[in-house]
Nanobody, 123 residues
Framework: QLQLVESGGGLVQPGGSLRLSCAAS????????IGWFRQAPGKEREGISF????????YYINYVKGRFTISRDNTKNTVYLDMSSLKPEDTSVYYC????????????????WGLGTQVTVSS
């Protein structure tokens, strides 16, 4: 059974950093694109970054470019999202998702989702 579990969320002050993890089980991470999405209360779920299957190429939306880094550890079957220079506007529930052969951040391309982890940026 394919499963994704996010962890690493929490409360952080503006300007701080967090590392989110997305642990995969039931499938080989290298065969899937893994995307990170977030959803703030009352807002649509938005894609922020993905790491592509196979070659591991990455993509970021402009708002997080230079502050967030996505990476993959195939030995641990885990994808990470390192977030720095966090802003209150980054407060959201963060989700990882897996899609076979995906090269976009369109949420409906992704078939498998974790339950999310809360990130709160506040002083």
């Amino acid at each position: 059974q394919l499963q994704l579990v996010e962890s690493g969320g929490g409360l952080v002050q503006p300007g701080g950093s967090l590392r989110l993890s997305c642990a995969a089980s039931g499938f080989t991470l290298n065969n899937y694109t893994i995307g990170w999405f977030r959803q703030a209360p009352g807002k649509e779920r938005e894609g922020i970054s993905f790491i592509r299957f196979g070659d591991g190429s990455t993509y970021y939306i402009n708002y997080v470019k230079g502050r967030f880094t996505i990476s993959r550890d195939n030995t641990k079957n885990t994808v990470y999202l390192d977030m720095s220079s966090l802003k209150p506007e980054d407060t959201s529930v963060y989700y990882c998702a897996a899609g076979e052969g995906v090269t976009t951040l369109w949420r409906y391309d992704y078939d498998y989702w974790g339950l999310g982890t809360q990130v709160t940026v506040s002083s």
